[in-house]
């Protein structure tokens, strides 16, 4: 199993050693590793056992830097950065030839973004280099959004996670693009499509789009739990599935294994709640899970988003 603790300095030791350091931020965990060295980076798909055409996610800690890594920055980008970051949006941007084609799978847009835990964003300090982070997930599984959660699944292949508590938002950031100036949402996540239009008016979406995804990570099939999972009306479904795990958004429901991701009926919660929600039923002694939509805005819509793809078996 890997060393759970804060040292920041044990971390930047083996993140210049080119080792992994899995790191926490408010989405999820991160596995990182210096974004600048393509033998670290090799490192992260290995012990992701992640396709080599998925590109990965580079986190820096201020927005000065943005151009030491990146060619051009679109009006619109800069805006959104002014407003979201440090947080839960990454910008897809031309890269600069700092960032090795490994890290981008051979695109020539590089995604990037400022993190805002606070542990990480000392770490990044400390550091002369960007961290490559995706989540600290084997290749298709659910994010991890506790240390707990990225020890079980991939403590026998990291030296160290640096611990800082439970994800506060808990899905992965919002990936945005600017292709010809045209903002393009390519995943949903942690700032909504709402808070978006917000500042920089209407954008297009085109999260899950199954024809042609730019990068595999968008495929249908991803955040998926072992069990199988099955979204409609809970009341409906449980007559059907007698020893079913339930996971609601809302509802109180009077079976052995059930979930309620906010009780007052908070998206925000609900969103913090999902993964470690879908977690904990996979590994309880049930046949399969049943869920629900939640409402559909704010983030319902990355909740929506990643329980299709849960659903989805290939
Ligand atoms: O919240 C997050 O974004 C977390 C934390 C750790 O920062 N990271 C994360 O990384 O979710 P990952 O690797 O699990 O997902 C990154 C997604 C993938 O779907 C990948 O295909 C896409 O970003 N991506 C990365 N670079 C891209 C690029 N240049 N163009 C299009 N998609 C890109
Ligand atoms: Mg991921």
């Not at 580079?58 to 890594?69: A, D, E, G, R």
């Not at 084609?101 to 300090?125: C, N």
């Not at 995804?213 to 979204?231: C, E, R, W």
């Not at 919660?269 to 590994?283: I, P, S, T, V």
Request: proline share 6%; hydrophobic share 40%.
């Amino acid at each position: 199993m890997a060393e759970l603790g804060n040292d920041i300095k044990h971390a930047k030791t083996l993140l210049n050693q080119n080792k992994l350091v899995a790191i926490p931020t408010e989405t999820v965990y991160g596995l990182a590793a210096n974004a600048t060295n393509p033998t670290a980076i090799t490192q992260i798909f290995k012990t992701k056992e992640r396709p080599s055409f998925d590109p990965l996610i580079i986190h820096i800690y201020s927005l000065k830097l943005l151009s030491n890594y990146v060619t051009n920055i679109p009006e619109k980008a800069e805006l959104l950065a002014d407003r979201f970051w440090p947080g839960a949006l990454t910008l897809l941007l031309p890269k600069k030839d700092i960032i090795p084609d490994i890290v981008t799978s051979g695109l020539d847009t590089v995604a990037i973004r400022i993190p805002s835990h606070p542990l990480t964003l000392e770490l990044l300090k400390s550091l002369d280099y960007p961290l490559a982070a995706p989540s600290a997930n084997p290749f298709g599984y659910i994010s991890p959004t506790t240390a707990k959660h990225v020890n079980d699944q991939l403590g026998d292949k990291i030296d160290y996670i640096l611990d800082g508590g439970k994800c506060e938002v808990g899905i992965e950031s919002t990936i945005i693009g600017f292709d010809k100036n045209h903002p393009t949402v390519h995943r949903l996540g942690g700032v909504s499509i709402e808070k978006i239009e917000s500042i920089i008016g209407k954008v297009e979406v085109k999260a899950l789009s199954s024809s042609n995804p730019v990068a595999p990570g968008m495929l249908q099939n991803h955040y998926a739990p072992k069990k199988k999972l099955i979204i409609g009306n809970i009341d409906e479904l449980i007559q059907e599935h007698n020893d079913a795990g339930i996971i609601s958004f809302q509802k109180e429901y009077n079976v052995k294994h059930q979930i309620q991701l906010s009780k007052t009926g908070d998206l925000d919660e609900a969103a913090q709640c999902l993964f470690g929600a879908l977690r904990k039923l996979d590994n309880e002694d049930i046949s399969i899970i049943i869920s629900e939509f939640a409402p559909n805005h704010g983030l319902g819509r990355a909740i929506n988003d990643r329980l299709k793809r849960a659903a989805i078996k290939q």
